[in-house]
């Protein structure tokens, strides 16, 4: 039986309560412009962050796509982290279907981007060069907010470089719970920004993209070209905005859960806990040990990510409680014996 998947907060299902909301939904058209749950969603979420429009898109991969695509015409180059989710995990979308080169700098332990690296990589107006467009930063990085005041210096930067600022915020919500900040002051610096519903917000199916009203224009042609124009997406932005009525100030819960979880994990003799900072915790298991882990993990009915690296990912969520916790504990620690 399963009791708890710690391999993701992309895997929580909707809770009974949200499910209710979604067979409430008032529908229609969306591609006309005609489902009111979707405006609603997109007008809320523009509101609460700071941006004049949004758009609801299937996913985080599709909302960084048609943001980059936005910003860029062909043979333009986005500026990105070597790790980053867009450059790394979206299967090269910007590049394959957007024709925009990535120009990836390697990133600091702390997700910033070394800005006068950054500098260095903005190319000059010249015909040798792709034209440098868009600056790109992800927030949280592995798990880490973002150091407070890094996005302003990359928009002075981007300001004076005549670049966009655009954010990857998939997981925007858990910072701004961790630095006690507002969305919209974790916002603000950017020209777009791309957040995520169903991550650790709950919501089976969704992102918003926001910005300007004219580039959420473009970024709706853009959806629509991407195969994205859905129709009765209602019943999915109810879901969407139940997760901001009642689900962003709990992820504080998922960051607790993360730091017990490390505090216990520590104690085990062998393990290796990397700080952790919001819901995303990294243990470093004895290579040998991983076989009794996988075998102690499925025992108690635990889906972890233990593949053949070391460096184990435990992700807390909606979907996992205090028992779910200590059933995780006790089967590293069996693991141990
Ligand atoms: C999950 C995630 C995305 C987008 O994911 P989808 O699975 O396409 O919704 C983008 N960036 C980061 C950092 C993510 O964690």
């Given at each position: 039986m399963l009791l708890a998947d710690f391999r993701s907060d992309t895997v929580t299902r909707p809770t009974a309560a949200m499910r209710e909301a979604m067979v409430r939904a008032e529908v229609g058209d969306d591609v006309y412009g005609d489902d009111p749950t979707v405006n609603a969603l997109q007008e809320r979420l523009a509101r609460d962050l700071g941006f004049e429009a949004g758009l609801f898109v299937p996913s985080g991969t599709q909302s960084n796509l048609i943001a980059l695509m936005a910003h860029c015409q062909r043979g333009d180059e986005y500026i990105v982290g070597s790790e980053a989710h867009t450059f790394?995990?979206?299967?090269g979308g910007a590049a394959v279907l957007g024709s925009i080169q990535p120009q990836p700098i390697p990133q600091a332990a702390d997700g910033t981007l070394p800005l006068d690296l950054v500098r260095t990589a903005v190319k000059p107006d010249d015909v040798h060069f792709a034209r440098s467009r868009v600056l790109c930063l992800e927030n949280t990085w592995h798990g880490q907010p973002l150091p407070l005041g890094h996005a302003e210096q990359a928009r002075a930067l981007c300001d004076a470089r005549g670049l966009m600022l655009h954010l990857d915020g998939a997981r925007l919500f858990n910072a701004a719970i961790a630095q006690g900040k507002s969305a919209r002051e974790i916002a603000a610096p950017f020209h777009s920004v791309s957040v995520c519903l169903s991550k650790g917000l709950g919501a089976p199916v969704g992102s918003v993209l926001l910005g300007s009203s004219s580039l959420i224009e473009q970024a709706k042609r853009l959806r629509k070209l991407l195969g994205g124009g859905w129709r009765q997406a209602g019943l999915l932005a109810a879901a969407g905005l139940h997760a901001l009525d009642h689900h962003v100030q709990r992820l504080a819960d998922d960051h607790r859960r993360a730091r017990e979880l490390g505090a216990e994990l520590a104690a085990v003799p062998g393990l290796k806990v990397e700080p952790e900072h919001t819901n995303l915790l990294y243990v470093h298991v004895p290579a040998e040990r991983l076989d009794a882990l996988r075998a102690a993990l499925a025992q108690a009915g635990i889906l972890a990510s233990v593949g053949s690296s070391p460096r184990i990912r435990l992700v807390t969520h909606l979907d996992i409680d205090d028992a779910a916790v200590s059933g995780c504990v006790a089967a590293f620690r069996a693991a141990a014996q």
């Open positions: 790394k995990y979206e299967a």
